[in-house]
């Protein structure tokens, strides 16, 4: 059994910068691709980042690319995602995930493997 928990969320104004921290615990196979998710109120999950287990593939979704960076340290069972110029649509719940090599990192459905997520709150 996998544990994601999430830190690292808050209130910022837009244009500042924050950054998320995900540690697994428990039974935690090295090769576990990670993933970012957030969800708005009124609107579905959507996928924001995600990465491979040795780092050699990153995935971003079109609206944060260029702003936001997902890196991990596995010595540290951590995955980061770190967000800069962030921007009132920004807003949502931000949940890590993690799953088996292989299936698409971009879609929900593929994650085993869930956070209880993390509130970012972006003021204009």
């Known amino acids: 059994q996998v544990q994601l928990v999430e830190s690292g969320g808050g209130l910022v104004q837009a244009g500042e910068s924050l950054r998320l921290s995900c540690t697994r615990s428990g039974r935690t196979p090295g090769n576990y691709g990670m993933g970012w998710f957030r969800q708005a109120p009124g609107k579905e999950r959507e996928f924001v980042a995600a990465?491979?287990?040795?780092?050699?593939?990153?995935y971003y979704a079109d609206s944060v690319k260029g702003r936001f960076t997902v890196s991990r340290d596995n010595a540290k069972n951590t995955v980061y995602l770190q967000m800069n110029s962030l921007k009132p649509e920004d807003t949502a719940v931000y949940y890590c995930a993690a799953k088996s090599p292989g299936p698409a990192a971009r879609v929900a459905n593929n994650y085993g493997y869930w956070g209880h997520g993390t509130q970012v709150t972006v003021s204009s």
């Open positions: 990465i491979s287990w040795n780092s050699g593939f990153t």
